[in-house]
């Protein structure tokens, strides 16, 4: 099926569909240019015919926060409140499993309990003052590594 496009007031054409997107990925035809092919009622441009959108320019589109562009697969789909009850839960227990592998390796399972009145006391707060630091830390990057990728 042949194309005809318009430029400067100039109709041009006709060109096959394969040579009209290969004009469109060079930059020889712009997205606003008026494309019209048989069977159409009117001119049209080309960023709104679905058969030369994928072919449109990233630059063209506003991307942003608010408005993702749509993969080759489609919008996003967003998880509803059971999958992300069910996600936060196994993040849980993948969390506590590593605070309690680090507080484990420290030696801080329940230290304050056995060393009451050790003179050693400070440093066994010290030490689990530094575990709940370390465990802060992991939670938190686990957090932004997770949920940023």
Request: charged residues 10%.
């Amino acid at each position: 099926m042949d194309w005809f496009y318009a430029q400067n007031g100039r109709q041009l054409g006709p060109v096959t569909l394969e040579a009209l997107l290969s004009m469109l990925q060079g930059g020889h035809v712009q997205p606003g240019d008026l494309v019209w092919r048989e069977g159409m009622a009117d001119w049209q441009p080309a960023a709104t015919m679905p058969e030369l959108t994928p072919s449109v320019p990233a630059a063209s589109a506003s991307l942003n926060y608010f408005n993702p562009v749509a993969g080759p697969y489609g919008p996003p789909i967003y998880a509803g409140f059971w999958m992300r009850f069910a996600a936060i839960f196994i993040d849980g227990i993948v969390l506590w499993m590593v605070g309690l592998l680090i507080n484990s390796g420290m030696g801080l399972e329940l230290p304050i309990l056995r060393h009451h009145g050790n003179p050693l006391r400070m440093a066994v707060f010290e030490m689990l003052m530094m575990g709940s630091a370390m465990g802060m830390l992991v939670e938190w990057l686990y957090h932004a590594l997770m949920e940023s990728s």
